[in-house]
């Protein structure tokens, strides 16, 4: 497998098809928590995690499971549960082995679950036709790792712009979700520009 | 008296979307075009009906600890029955949908309805809630999807509106669906505080 790949892989799931601002995915996370830097920061990471490690299993599952015994049709319910019992386990594992990263990360991590940006992504994976194609296990981790990152970074965005508008004087019936929104619009519209990369 | 107040909740005062700001990511994304939009409302409350009535039948029997996953793989299975009718009987559907059809189940107002609603009130009133924010659910995205068809396509329900008139095509994207969205929050807001003063 060529860099090429690799690094194609990447700025598209990062700038051209953000899954947020472009294929709107994850968008309640993206509005709830991004009111502070830091909390926006210890989801990114959470949310880069999970998505990673989510893209991992649910493809060998696909793999080797549902696909090679023609039971395509539980993908939904087992890609489910297996992001739940994931979110749970890596929970607990950062419990134990990092207290500090815990502080950070715990109260993000059972969200996750009910973000629908981690389904999107394994479902993704396997739509993308990497199930049939060489390396397709390390395709679907990076374009995992590539969509996690490109959520952190309109999530910081977002949060970087939402803590000056606190201090803007804003009319009253736009201040909160509304005028969010606007800014989210405007954000989605600089982002459009990428559309235009050929790579 | 009591269904019809709890039927009524969702069009309005609670709406899931405008006001609980729950689903956001099928409102957004589905709402090019306003047949896109019902068939979305359909399948979504289908699988709202049908986890509320259950979880209200057997709420007496899930162990409070375990009770997230049961509603998940309850929400789980409605889904992929609508998944496997809909790729079934309107394959057209199925392919415009895309991946949100499996993305029905996380969307967090069905399962904020189980959690708030189902599981601690009785059948009829479940399913009267369910119906009530369905169809809350439906309306927002139907008057989204009515402004963004029409200045994103220049078409409403397929058809031409003007003849010749160039359409926006940023307002089928995803700019134009945050930003209708936005002014659809702030007009809600006009209208509560106009109500209020």
């Known amino acids: 497998m060529e860099i090429k790949v690799v690094i194609a892989i990447l700025v598209g799931t990062i700038f051209i098809n953000n899954y947020v601002l472009s294929q709107m995915l994850g968008l309640c996370p993206f509005l709830g928590v991004s009111k502070k830097l830091d909390s926006a920061f210890g989801m990114g990471l959470a949310v880069i995690f999970v998505m990673t490690i989510a893209s991992f299993f649910t493809f060998?599952?696909?793999?080797?499971v549902l696909f090679p015994y023609d039971i395509i049709y539980l993908r939904t319910i087992s890609f489910i549960i297996i992001i739940a019992s994931l979110v749970q386990f890596v929970e607990m594992v950062i419990e134990k082995v990092s207290p500090a990263l815990y502080q950070t990360l715990g109260i993000f991590l059972p969200l996750i679950t009910t973000n629908c940006a981690v389904l999107g992504v394994a479902v993704l994976n396997i739509n993308s036709g990497f199930i049939t194609s060489d390396f397709g296990l390390v395709k679907s981790v990076i374009q995992?790792?590539?969509?996690?990152?490109?959520?952190?970074?309109?999530?910081?965005?977002m949060?970087?712009?939402?803590?000056?508008?606190?201090?803007?004087?804003?009319?009253?019936?736009?201040?909160?979700?509304?005028?969010?929104?606007?800014?989210?619009?405007?954000?989605?519209?600089?982002?459009?520009?990428f559309a235009g990369m050929k790579i | 008296m009591?269904?019809?107040?709890?039927?009524?909740?969702?069009?309005w005062e609670r709406n899931p979307i405008l006001v609980l700001s729950l689903g956001m990511c099928p409102a957004l994304a589905v709402t090019t075009s306003i047949s896109n939009a019902l068939w979305m409302t359909l399948a979504t409350t289908f699988v709202l009906m049908g986890s509320n009535i259950l979880v209200s039948l057997i709420k007496g029997f899930i162990p409070s600890h375990v009770r997230i996953p049961v509603y998940i793989t309850i929400v789980a299975t409605y889904v992929t029955i609508v998944e496997l009718s809909l790729h079934a009987f309107q394959p057209a559907v199925y392919k415009a949908l895309g991946i949100f059809i499996p993305l029905i189940v996380v969307n967090c107002m069905i399962l904020g309805r189980a959690e708030e609603f189902a599981s601690k009130n009785g059948v009829r009133a479940s399913a009267a809630d369910a119906l009530g924010m369905g169809l809350g659910f439906g309306l927002t995205l139907t008057v989204l999807a009515f402004f963004r068809e029409l200045l994103g396509a220049n078409t409403i329900f397929g058809y031409t509106f003007i003849q010749g008139m160039e359409p926006?095509?940023?307002m089928i994207l995803a700019?134009?669906?945050?930003?209708?969205?936005?002014?659809?929050?702030?007009?809600?807001?006009v209208i509560n505080s106009r109500k209020k003063g």
Not at chain 1, 144 to 157: E, K, N, Q, V, W
Not at chain 1, 181 to 189: D, E, M, N, P, V
């Open chain 1, 60 to 64: 060998l599952l696909y793999r080797y």
């Open chain 2, 168 to 170: 926006s095509s940023a």
């Open chain 2, 2 to 11: 009591n269904l019809f107040n709890e039927f009524k909740k969702g069009l």
């Open chain 1, 159 to 193: 949060a970087g712009i939402r803590e000056r508008l606190e201090l803007a004087d804003i009319p009253e019936n736009l201040k909160g979700l509304p005028i969010t929104f606007i800014t989210a619009g405007l954000l989605a519209l600089a982002f459009l520009g």
């Open chain 2, 175 to 189: 700019p134009g669906a945050f930003i209708t969205l936005g002014l659809m929050l702030w007009g809600m807001n």
């Open chain 1, 144 to 157: 995992g790792f590539g969509a996690g990152t490109g959520f952190t970074l309109a999530l910081l965005l």
